[in-house]
């Protein structure tokens, strides 16, 4: 290590998603155990996109494992925007279900934020019905997004003081950035947030005690482009020659960040295991349990 540069700790987030599923694994048994039903999470897939396929298997393995029931309402690429919604309608309507997922993206030409608004959002796990989003705007209690609150839990675990901190947030998508910037001055940081249009972006970056990139470009943040002894929270999924990389230079990065997350098994697994803790949270304040 050359002077100047730190040891950095490289986050494994399967470890802390396996921690936190057995908590909540130990939570539902509890909850099973007087008697009660179990806690219910359906998923609505419409179409057979790979990535969509493979996404789904992870959740309801990790529903099945944490003792959770799961559902699963497959319709066809070719199904209306009011078949969508009807069996949203019936998952709604359907008490033993607690949380409903609609998988994205839908494919065209079927109007995602149409499906998201006839989400109950009460069962809305996946935090990103209007209602959800507005009250994380106004500090209300309610489903949050769960890349987001994976971030916050990686950074929690890791004991990055959020206080007074430079939050930057390169992303303003409604499903991570922007709701993850929300979350960060509930926590008292400072936020930036960037996007394709901010100007000397290596310069604001350079800037970030917290860095957070959600921006789906591929080694888009350069080793320099980070302060020394910031935390940095790549969750860019992108892949380059068939080899999956983040947003950020995750080689430059080593050395000058406190605390780095690999684009695969950072933050992925903890966004399963927030959905989990979703459903769980839904059932509870649906039952009363
Ligand atoms: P998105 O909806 O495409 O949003 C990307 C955001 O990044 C936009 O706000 C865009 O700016 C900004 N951006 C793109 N290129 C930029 C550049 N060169 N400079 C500055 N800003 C730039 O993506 P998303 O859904 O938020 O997802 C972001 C990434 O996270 C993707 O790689 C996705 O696969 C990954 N992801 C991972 C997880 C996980 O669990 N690990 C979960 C969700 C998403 P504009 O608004 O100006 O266009």
Known sequence: MSEGERATVIVDGMALANELREALRIEVASIVARGLRAPCLAVVLVGDNPASLSYIRGKRRACERAGMASREHDLPATATQHEVESVVAELNADDSVDGILVQ??????????GVILAIDPAKDVDGLHPENAGRLVAGLPGLRPCTPLGILEVLDRHGVRLEGAHAVVVGRSTLVGKPVALLLVERNATVTICHSRTRDLAGVCREADVLVAAAGSPLLLKGDWIKLGAAVVDIGVNVIDGRQV?????????GRASLLTPSRGGVGPLTITMLLHNT?????RRTGA
């Open 104 to 113: 994205l993206p839908l494919p065209k030409p079927l109007d995602a934020s």
């Open 246 to 254: 983040g947003d950020v230079d995750f080689d430059a990065a080593l």
């Open 280 to 284: 769980l949270a839904a059932y509870r």
